[in-house]
């Protein structure tokens, strides 16, 4: 398997001493050029540190973690950047509020010093389904999904490889939800792209993701193809449980439920 | 028809300044400062406060024009003389008229006002977001220069200062100013705490920007509007400090028309010549008044923290 | 089933009067609730919140609520006093919101903000209530009650905070609870289980419920009956196991966007707006 990211041994604690907290425990899967691979789980399952260390946003973390085939270090180069950006979960808090959605998109490109701004930023609004129209908009003008958009589109701009997503649609309707996924599903198959999806929603994740790792207190508990998860066949006790809470309620499988 | 042509030419104005399709950056940024005039436009107290505030920019540009006499020239033969059609607001113990010391006054409360605000805001505002931003040690060791400077009452700082260096208005200035820059600070450190955690700021970072363009471009910017909000509502402090040090000798020295020292010149003549320190008074606290209502106006439309 | 309605609302508005002009989040909606539950969907903007809170008279300001009736338990609540409408509120009829950190006093135990609320509408005993509070802990699944009790509103999880919340609201035994997305900032497990705990009371007393939500699916296999909401009106209401047949249009939208677990489509239908339906 040629792979885009490969983790292992992933540990990442918060506090110090006796106090510390394991958010991720020993975690390593592997992620193949061009593959979209879904970590899902319930609040505290350690899904969402896992993408920070891998995005470099939380530089304490101890075990071995090789991105584009070059073993990355806490900090990161600024040629890194260039290889993996970031979709995050609120579209209402990831963009300046004082900045036009022009000026979003040309920050990334004056930090690389990309020449063509002009160019550049007409066609990843174009790419995003935002017309010229949305150009010079601040994020207050803009619906959620409009927010959104900016948001992949900001993360495209560089032309990444990789592509981190942070529940990115768990904070908009879900016809929004349809709209944003369907974008980001094109996105990969125009551009060859490598998604790493968190999400606790096991829907979006069978729908989007060709693998699944499932995590439970910072653990993968199981690792799964999204046709094994569509036919409903997890191994995992707790997959299980989660799967039936996750197809709607049901008085008598609620009786079943255990803490894991 | 000219009129209705001008009707039309201004709706189409507001139109394109409140459009939510900007074709430009410059539109946009147009329409938004628009967006806020019209807010604040609303409030009529503020209004009240930007027009004292203005009157004492246009009575400062044209002092020359506007002053009936001299505000340096004595005429001992017409000292103490009450208010009259000669002398508006009457003459001072050297015969000096006061309307037109008072208009020649606004020069330095106005250059007083402008020194400060540009020498202890953006040291304020730079020492705020770096320790803000950088956390821990640098953090720390801001902060607690902060405190140190934020422990002495301001006036007796400055008093502190001024005898140190000399009276004199550049040195009033200066003492005001290294007095009055810790809260800046704090008010943006405060700001950045909250800034720096959110997520356009993880992105700006992911994007591979460095801490000063952070700080610079993405994190000051929003400290911004608080800090005019609170800058402008100490100008009255600024003004009342000025004119403390004035009354106490130690700020503008004689004779510098500067309204403290005219106070304090007035008060051996409070009982009998009232209007030599009144004047001068109502002066201070008009002013004083006006930089406060701006400044209320002011956090109404821009911090949204105190929006009700 | 509804042949004596708990409530019943009928032609209600819901406006606010901005700077901006008129806005109308609720227009013109009727429905009746029994001792049911009776789940109110709608994308964000529907309307549906403010429906919930309308009832209550809980609109803020500059909201203004306006019906032709709002008639709970034989009384038009529209011609209550505030005093009287205070003593409905909590005892006859519970609201439990989304977020229960928000809800509950920070500088108060869980425990006695529960015993409290009991105690606002009955007058017992410190100790009387003490009891029925851990009676109420226990019977939201809360095990150890007599420990949560002491514990303060951030000592405790977001699951546990809500379970707390809706021992709160239910401990005065109201005959109808409204909920507003009461589970939506829960994990799914926890969030099926506090759903159980609210679906025995309602089955077990006679309690109404209305469950405000903008998961279709959810409230599809948890409620009796469904109404949808869109651009402030009702645009259907339809059995919740007959939700599959949704005649509008947009029920039938909102239905086909979200992905299933089982999905193999290639792409999410997305909902093209008919104008047409903000009118019907």
Redo the contacts between chains.
């Keep these: 398997m040629d792979a885009m990211i490969r983790v292992k041994g992933l540990n990442v604690s918060f506090g110090e001493g006796g106090e510390a907290l394991r958010a991720v425990d020993g975690v390593s899967f592997q992620v193949a050029a061009g593959e979209s691979f879904g970590l899902v789980g319930e609040s505290g399952s350690g899904k969402s540190t896992v993408l920070r260390a891998l995005s470099g946003l939380n530089p304490n973390w101890t075990g071995e973690v090789e991105i584009g085939g070059e073993a990355q270090g806490g900090r990161r180069d600024k040629s890194f950047y260039k290889t993996c950006q970031m979709v995050f979960q609120d579209p209402y808090g990831s963009l300046h509020p004082r900045r036009t959605v022009d000026s979003i998109l040309r920050e990334p490109l004056a930090i690389h010093r990309l020449p063509d701004a002009d160019r550049r930023v007409t066609e990843v609004l174009d790419a995003v389904g935002l017309g010229p129209r949305f150009r010079y908009r601040y994020p207050h003008q803009l619906s959620g999904g409009q927010r959104q958009r900016v948001a992949i589109a900001r993360a495209l701009i560089l032309q990444p490889k990789i592509l981190l997503l942070d529940e990115p649609t768990s904070a908009l309707d879900v016809s929004v939800q349809a709209e944003i996924l369907n974008l980001l599903k094109r996105l990969r198959a125009e551009r060859g792209l490598t998604y790493v999806l968190v999400t606790h929603n096991l829907a979006v994740v069978a729908w989007m993701c060709e693998r699944i790792a499932v995590m439970n207190r910072g653990r993968i508990v199981e690792e799964l193809t999204a046709e094994r998860l569509r036919r409903a066949e997890p191994e995992h006790p707790y997959t299980r449980q989660l799967l039936a809470a996750s197809i709607g309620y049901d008085r008598q499988a609620v009786e079943t439920f255990q803490d894991y | 028809m000219t009129q209705i042509e001008e009707a039309s030419r201004s709706t189409g104005l507001r139109e394109w300044l409140l459009s939510n399709e900007p074709q430009s950056a410059r539109q946009a940024r147009l329409g938004r400062a628009y967006a806020t005039w019209s807010a604040f436009r609303e409030n009529r107290l503020a209004m009240l406060g930007l027009a004292i505030v203005l009157l004492l920019v246009v009575v400062a540009l044209f002092a020359p024009l506007i002053a009936t006499h001299s505000p340096n020239v004595q005429a001992l033969g017409d000292r103490l003389q009450p208010p009259s059609a000669a002398h508006w607001l009457g003459t001072d113990e050297f015969g000096r008229d006061i309307f037109s010391r008072l208009v020649y006054g606004s020069r330095i409360t106005l250059y007083i006002v402008v020194l400060v605000t540009l020498t202890a805001a953006p040291i304020g505002l730079l020492i705020g977001t770096v320790a803000g931003y950088a956390g821990g040690w640098g953090d720390a060791v801001l902060m607690r220069v902060t405190d140190i400077f934020l422990a002495f009452p301001k006036l007796i700082l400055a008093l502190a200062f001024v005898s140190a260096l000399g009276p004199g208005i550049e040195n009033a200035i200066l003492a005001i100013a290294i007095t009055s820059w810790p809260p800046y600070a704090r008010i943006a450190r405060a700001e950045t705490l909250t800034i720096r955690n959110s997520d356009f700021i993880a992105a700006v970072k992911l994007q591979g920007a460095s801490a000063a363009r952070i700080i610079t471009r993405h994190v000051m910017p929003l400290c911004l509007s608080s800090l005019i909000v609170r800058v402008t509502l100490d100008m009255a402090g600024i003004i009342l400090t000025a004119a403390g040090l004035g009354f106490l000798g130690l700020g503008a020295q004689p004779p510098l028309p500067e309204w403290g020292a005219m106070i304090s010149a007035g008060r051996r003549f409070i009982l009998d010549q009232w209007w030599v320190a009144t004047i001068p008074g109502i002066a201070i606290f008009v002013v004083s008044l006006g930089f406060n209502l701006l400044g209320d106006g002011l956090r109404d439309v821009l911090d949204p923290k105190h929006r009700s | 089933m509804t042949t004596d309605p708990l409530l019943s609302v009928e032609d209600l508005h819901v406006r606010f009067h901005t700077r901006a002009g008129l806005v109308e989040a609720v227009r013109g909606i009727s429905f009746e609730v029994g001792r049911e539950k009776l789940g109110i969907v709608g ?2 903007g529907s309307g549906k919140s403010m429906t919930g809170r309308a009832i209550l008279g809980l609109v803020p300001y500059p909201g203004e609520v306006k019906a032709r009736r709002i008639v709970f338990d034989g009384v038009d609540l529209q011609t209550l006093s505030e005093r009287q409408l205070r003593e409905i509120r909590g005892k006859r009829i519970s609201m439990v919101m989304q977020d229960p950190k928000f809800s509950l006093n920070p500088v108060m135990t869980v425990g006695e903000q529960v015993a409290e609320a009991y105690r606002i509408h009955s007058r017992v005993s410190a100790s009387v209530a003490r009891e029925k509070a851990l009676e109420m802990l226990a019977a939201v699944r809360i095990r150890n009650p007599e420990r949560v009790y002491d514990l303060y509103p951030h000592e405790v999880s ?1 699951g546990m905070g809500q379970r707390v919340m809706i021992a709160m609201m239910l401990i005065p035994s109201p005959d109808l609870l409204i909920a507003d997305e009461p589970t939506s900032a829960l ?3 926890v ?3 506090v ?2 705990i609210i ?1 025995d009371l309602v089955t077990r007393r006679g309690m109404g419920l209305i469950f405000v939500s ?1 998961d ?3 409230v ?3 409620c009796d009956r469904v109404a949808i909401m869109y651009a402030g009106r009702i645009v259907e209401t339809c059995r919740a196991s007959e939700l599959k047949n949704a005649q509008h249009p947009y029920t039938r ?2 239905l086909a ?9 290639e ?5 093209p707006r008919d104008p047409a339906w903000a009118e019907g």
């Design positions: 994308e964000s977001g994990d799914v497990t969030q099926m289980q759903l159980a679906d903008h279709l699916n959810l599809a296999s948890f939208g909102l966007s979200a992905p299933r677990i089982d999905d193999d489509r792409a999410l239908p997305t909902l």
